[in-house]
């Protein structure tokens, strides 16, 4: 069956980096686009930013947009989150997510196929 499992969260002083992960397997991973999500205690689960399955297309929430940097690596079947100058309100649970839909990256969760458990960032300010 299909698994995205996510790695690299944890604790960080506020202006420091993480580097999340995401390995896929059970899927055709360099298929998909991948976008990775985030949703704190009673919000909405919000995107962060997606990739298409090449790499060649990357975007990114206004939010992040400068800070974090998401890549991918087919032949290891992972995604990566780069996040620098962490905020306290990047403070979240993180997902990565597979979309089957070829060629694009969207920001609707609804378009996403599977989803990963999630894996928490804790930013002290």
């Known amino acids: 069956q299909v698994q995205l499992v996510e790695s690299g969260g944890g604790l960080v002083q506020a202006g420091g980096s993480l580097r999340l992960s995401c390995a896929a397997s059970?899927?055709?991973?360099?298929?998909?686009?991948m976008g990775w999500f985030r949703q704190t205690p009673g919000k909405e689960r919000e995107f962060v930013g997606g990739i298409t399955w090449s790499g060649g297309i990357t975007y990114y929430a206004d939010s992040v947009k400068g800070r974090f940097t998401i890549s991918r690596d087919n032949a290891k079947n992972t995604v990566y989150l780069q996040m620098n100058s962490l905020k306290p309100e990047d403070t979240a649970v993180y997902y990565c997510?597979?979309?089957?839909?070829?060629?694009?990256?969207?920001?609707?969760?609804?378009?996403?196929?599977?989803w990963g458990q999630g894996t928490q960032v804790t930013v002290a300010s």
């Open positions: 997510a597979a979309d089957k839909t070829f060629g694009t990256v969207t920001s609707t969760l609804a378009a996403y196929d599977y």
């Open positions: 059970g899927l055709a991973f360099n298929t998909y686009a």
